[in-house]
């Protein structure tokens, strides 16, 4: 959507081929390729789950693979917005999102604008630093789901409609907005709108 680096680890003969023949649509950091060099393996969980990377290995391996160095300026840029004073956050809120496989908690800290994350109950820690996984925003798009048994044959794959509109919830700082998420095209950017059709501004953050 705004040119980024693609990183990956495979996946899908389709996705795959996507990928192929869209170059100019962004920089393709994938595991099992040319970008191989971005990623280590960590010990404390078993192949083909151990793959790890950071921001700033991506960001140099891209810079290698010919990605650019800063986003052009006809690009969609999303709105941001600074953090709310700490009078004005919710004291406490609670958010459950139930997977096929696991299910995903957050509980907002006001005193760092951020929700902690968990995995079924355990609070998730970022190997990388052993610190706990948090995040400033929270955005639930509501999007078409199906499990695909053609796009490979002897694999189930996820295929999620993402280009259209649909309805999203919106969460940072203790609250929750609800709107619409839009995307015209592939390489269109994904957008988020309220209730009355003004685009959303996250808060800065992780």
Known sequence: EVKAALAHYGGDRRTRSYIKWHPRQFTDV???????????????????HNAYTSTASLRRMALKLGGPES???????????????????????????????????????????SYLRSINGKAQIDPADDKRVTTTNIVVSFQ??????????????????????????FFNEGHLVKGTWRKRSDGGPTRFFDADGKEISLVRGR
């Open 30 to 48: 994938d595991g099992m390729a040319r970008g191989n060099p971005a990623y280590h393996r960590i010990k404390s969980r078993k192949a083909p």
């Open 71 to 113: 986003m052009a300026a006809d690009l969609y840029r999303r709105p941001f917005r600074d953090p709310s004073p700490l009078a004005e956050r919710a004291t406490s809120q609670s958010i459950r999102i139930p997977y096929r496989t696991n299910v995903i908690t957050y509980r907002f800290d006001p005193a760092t604008d």
């Open 144 to 169: 078409k789901f199906r499990i695909d048994t053609k796009i490979e044959k002897g694999h189930s794959r996820p295929d999620i409609k993402s280009i259209g509109t649909g309805k999203a919830w």
